[in-house]
């Protein structure tokens, strides 16, 4: 079946897909600034050009159908498609000449990037880089969809067809709550010492809570998971409040656990010591992004990174 796509102008679009969020017709046609006859006309439109039902109309409002459901994935796609180009655009207007795409793990967001990132914009003030923040598999998983020009995350994930290149060290650290039995000394333990503590971690795909999983199987015990966050920040806090213990990079984690009065110590570990690589496809030669790979692994800004560090 072909579909009349010159019907589905983005004022539809918008309102179908604030009808699926609101649930409301009334509602969503104030919210895009139509007459209540106006949005209905223009639903119906819609229906009738995909020869489906978007929406099963009762009493209390809207409720998306199956081909609802399908059409509001695409058209929220479609929406953020539009604003970033209508954005960019409007960046050309004012001397910046490109985007490019930076997909980054949380390690090096906290640690490594925001310097290095204003220093670039004050080098280069033609180009924008826009940031996103995922874990490690998800970067990787952007740089093979097409969704990233670029990522950094930290050495574990699968690279086969990247092209790839060291980008920092970071040293993994226990995070403990003050007073903890293991917090009244700086030896370094092994990870294996800490399986019978309940564990704060983040979320699935950070590569460190992969490696935690990993060295607990190899040790054929468990990693009694606790809670799952999203933020370093988040991991202190409920480490601050005693609901269990957590690993997070040293540098990171150093003023936040300063903060929270918490206590750290070194894993004896090798896995403890990581690696953080910047990656794009393999076969991408595009010389705005070789630049900032350039930038971004240059000798003299590691140097920077340590001194800044110490």
Not at 145 to 166: K, N, Q, S, W
Not at 172 to 193: I, M, N, T, Y
């Amino acid at each position: 079946m072909s579909y009349n796509l010159a019907r589905f102008d983005l004022v539809s679009i918008r309102l179908a897909v604030a009808c699926a969020q609101t649930g409301s017709l009334t509602a969503a046609a104030r919210g895009s600034h139509l007459a209540l006859a106006a949005a209905s006309r223009r639903i119906r439109e819609l229906e009738e050009a995909l020869g489906d039902t978007l929406f099963e109309r009762h009493a209390r409002g809207l409720l998306p159908t199956a081909a609802g459901r399908v059409f509001v994935k695409h058209g929220l796609g479609l929406l953020q498609t539009m604003e970033q180009l209508g954005a960019e655009l409007a960046d050309l207007r004012q001397g910046i000449a490109r985007h490019i795409r930076l997909c980054c793990s949380t390690a090096a967001i906290n640690q490594f990037l925001p310097p290095l990132l204003a220093r670039y914009a004050q080098l280069q003030p033609q180009v924008r880089v826009d940031l996103e923040e995922q874990v490690s598999e998800a970067v990787v998983a952007a740089l093979r969809e097409g969704r990233a020009d670029l990522g950094i995350f930290v050495e574990g994930p699968d690279t086969a067809g990247l092209e790839t290149h060291f980008f920092r060290h970071d040293e993994l650290v226990l995070v403990l709550p003050a007073g903890h039995r293991l917090a009244g000394s700086k030896k370094p333990l092994a990870f294996v010492d800490t399986l019978d503590e309940e564990w704060i971690t983040l979320t699935a795909g950070a590569a460190m809570l992969m490696q935690q999983q990993q060295s607990a199987l190899a040790a054929n015990r468990p990693l009694r998971l606790r809670m799952q966050v999203r933020s370093f920040d988040a991991v202190c806090h409920m480490v601050a409040s005693r609901l269990g213990i957590a690993l997070l990079p040293k540098t990171a984690a150093q003023p936040i656990m300063r903060a929270m009065k918490l206590g750290w110590r070194p894993l004896s570990d090798p896995w403890a010591q990581r690696r953080l690589l910047v990656a794009r496809p393999l076969g991408n030669s595009d010389a705005g992004i070789s630049a900032l790979i350039g930038f971004l692994v240059k000798p003299s800004q590691n140097a920077n990174a340590e001194a800044t560090k110490q």
